[in-house]
């Protein structure tokens, strides 16, 4: 690895020629992507790609590296490494509480489960039959769907020199595809009004009693329902660990509930006879609730209750969560692309790709994310408007 630095230190970009640097075959990123020949072009081409940002090297270098038969291989595949970085940093909270998946193909996913033969054993006497559980089955369904964008810039910006264009596009676009996904995961738990009314219902009995304001004691009553929750056998989930979603005007809130050193409390039953306690944070001592703030939650619930409601979550890997995402299989990742030229010089050859589409002199790019999602249990969530009745 010494070796392998050292060599790419040795061509600095401003002492190499463009076509020492990138001149070869012209073979794609995807084939060429485990070659060490290949990764160190790219590293020459990423020094290159800095020194033309930071103006040490003038923006026609750039034009002229594009008509290289390797560098516009290496090129986008800068922009989908920055990509993927700036799709991996843009905060986001669904992974606290929606299972991630991965799907085959764009049809219809079903997740199956049984319910039953969960239940404690029965004590089998001598030369009697053992008993049979009775199971039941069910699905959810879901597909998923393309999210995409296509952004051009200007030749005219290219000749400006106005690189602030090519800096921002991958974290624009990084920071959209995360976007896309946050939202959608909300809209699977949030309503116009709050709590999704398919997910949270009394049939369901998840909904806190009375909607309570984000409190020590709402968040104990949200935590006695999904810790009491049994399956089909009436027997315990057994919920470990939990995820408080807020939108952002509680973040304070939760917060402070969760980092809270002491508590006062009052002893079972209240009223006059109740005796006034202090006692260390349990919920943030014992570990069980972590709070994440998720920003769309007043957005998707415009109407009313988007700044007062709370969710609380199962651990989505227990195997039972409350939501799901999916991802299309070797695209679990956003991607992107650079349109490739259409144009042709009078005089005969490719034109450079950075001098744009045939029509309107634009350089086109694309980004493509594949995902869809589901509701599952509604027994591993339980949420409250916040409205107080």
């Not at 991996?88 to 606290?96: G, I, L, N, T, V």
Request: glycine share 8%; net charge negative; proline share 4%.
């Amino acid at each position: 690895m010494a070796e392998f630095l050292e060599l790419i230190e040795s061509i600095r970009a401003e002492e190499a020629t463009i076509d020492r640097l990138f001149g070869g075959d012209g073979m794609g990123v995807r084939s060429r992507a485990r070659s060490p020949q290949y990764l160190k072009r790219l590293a020459d081409a990423a020094t290159f790609m800095a020194d033309v940002y930071d103006g040490r090297r003038p923006m026609y270098h750039l034009q002229e590296a594009m008509t290289t038969s390797d560098f516009p291989y290496l090129f986008s595949d800068i922009l989908d490494r920055q990509l993927l970085a700036n799709y991996q940093e843009a905060p986001y909270s669904w992974k606290a509480y929606c299972k991630r998946a991965v799907v085959r193909d764009f049809r219809q996913v079903k997740r199956k489960y049984l319910s039953g033969g969960e239940g404690t054993l029965e004590q089998v006497t001598e030369s009697h039959e053992y008993q049979r559980a009775a199971l039941s089955d069910g699905e959810y369904a879901y597909q998923v769907k393309k999210y995409g964008r296509q952004i051009a810039l200007s030749w005219e910006t290219l000749i400006n020199d106005d690189l602030d264009a090519f800096r921002t596009l991958p974290e624009r676009l990084g920071k959209a595809a995360r976007r896309t996904e946050e939202k959608f995961a909300t809209e699977l738990f949030v309503g116009t009004t709050g709590p999704h009314a398919s997910l949270y219902t009394s049939g369901n009995a998840n909904i806190v009693t009375s909607n309570p304001a984000l409190s020590v004691a709402a968040l104990q009553t949200a935590m006695g329902i999904l810790l009491t929750q049994t399956d089909s056998d009436g027997e315990p989930i057994m919920v470990e660990a939990m995820t408080l979603a807020v939108p952002p005007q509680l973040q304070v809130t939760a917060f402070n509930i969760l980092n809270a050193v002491q508590i006062w409390a009052k002893t079972s039953g209240g009223g006059a006879s109740a005796q006034e306690i202090v006692v260390g944070n349990w919920i943030k001592n014992a570990g069980i609730v972590q709070a994440v703030t998720n920003f769309y939650i007043p957005q998707v619930a415009s109407s009313s209750n988007g700044a007062t409601s709370w969710f609380l979550f199962a651990d989505p890997n227990n195997g039972r969560p409350a939501l799901e995402l999916g991802f299309l299989r070797g695209h679990e990742d956003p991607e992107v692309f650079i349109k490739a030229p259409n144009a042709v010089r009078a005089g005969g050859g490719a034109a450079d790709p950075l001098a744009g589409d045939f029509d309107t002199d634009s350089v086109e790019y694309k980004v493509r994310h594949v995902f869809g999602g589901a509701r599952m249990d509604p027994k591993m969530t339980c949420a409250s408007n916040g409205s107080g009745s």
